[in-house]
């Protein structure tokens, strides 16, 4: 079965920072996998998501991540945080069939002025 | 617009009853799907439906039910038989197709005392 490693509960960066969150994802065949940004207490939103076009994938908001098969990994970055980025952010993966999405245990990333 | 409506927002429950969670959606999408979440365990799959009057069990389905009897509309039933059911439950639908992103509502926060 798939899962998702999310590395870091938690993520805090300055105003204007990189941001770099981890995704580690275990599949022996390149999955489809997708970030998705959560605020409090609403749904998910969807940031971006990867099905085996480029390896670079830009999303909303300024964010992109690159698929990296070799490393099993998907991490999402944006060269400049703003205060407005502070949520929770998931990345989830799914088999090539038609599989429901397994999300990771979410990274919380906090903005600091 | 079209979208997902979960209702209502926030529901109060005694412990020993049964309680409805609506899911409604006007995307006209084959998939619905039902996630808990709680903190710091990310979202967990409970049920979903890939067509009319079919579902399937995730992993957590234990002391829940749901039906699908139109394409637009995915109950959950959460059942007294449910040790832990306080949390925030997520309603999300997808054209059903490998590599579909899901699109989300807003939730359900369930507590129950």
Redesign the interface.
Same mark, same amino acid.
């Given at each position: 079965a798939q899962s998702v490693t999310q590395l870091g509960?938690h993520v805090s960066v300055s105003e204007g920072a990189l941001v770099l969150l981890r995704c580690n994802y275990s599949s022996s065949v390149p999955p489809?996998l997708?970030w998705?940004v959560q605020y409090p207490?609403? +749904?998910?939103?969807?940031l971006l998501?990867y099905?085996s076009a480029a390896t670079l994938v830009k999303g909303i908001n300024g964010f992109e991540a690159e698929f990296k098969k070799s490393e099993t990994s998907f991490h999402l970055t944006k060269p400049s945080a703003h205060m407005s980025d502070a949520a929770e952010y998931?990345c989830?993966v799914?088999?090539? +069939?038609?599989?429901?999405?397994?999300? +990771?245990? +979410?990274t919380r990333l906090s903005v600091i002025a | 617009d079209g979208g997902i409506t979960q209702s209502p927002k926030y529901l109060f429950r005694k412990e020993g009853q049964n309680v409805t969670l609506s899911c409604e959606q006007n995307l006209n999408h084959d998939a619905m799907y039902w996630y808990r979440q709680d903190p710091g365990q990310g979202l967990r799959l409970i049920y979903y439906s890939q067509i009319v009057n079919d579902f399937q069990k995730g992993d957590i389905a234990e002391g829940y039910s749901v039906s699908r009897e139109k394409k637009e509309s995915f109950p959950l039933t959460v059942t007294s038989a449910q040790k832990n059911p306080t949390a925030f439950y997520l309603c999300a639908s997808s054209q059903g197709q490998g590599g579909s992103p899901l699109h989300f509502g807003n939730g359900t926060r369930l507590t129950v005392t």
């Open positions: 509960s489809y997708f998705y207490n609403q +749904g998910l939103q969807l998501k099905t998931f989830a799914s088999d090539p +069939g038609n599989t429901p999405l397994v999300f +990771g245990k +979410g | -």
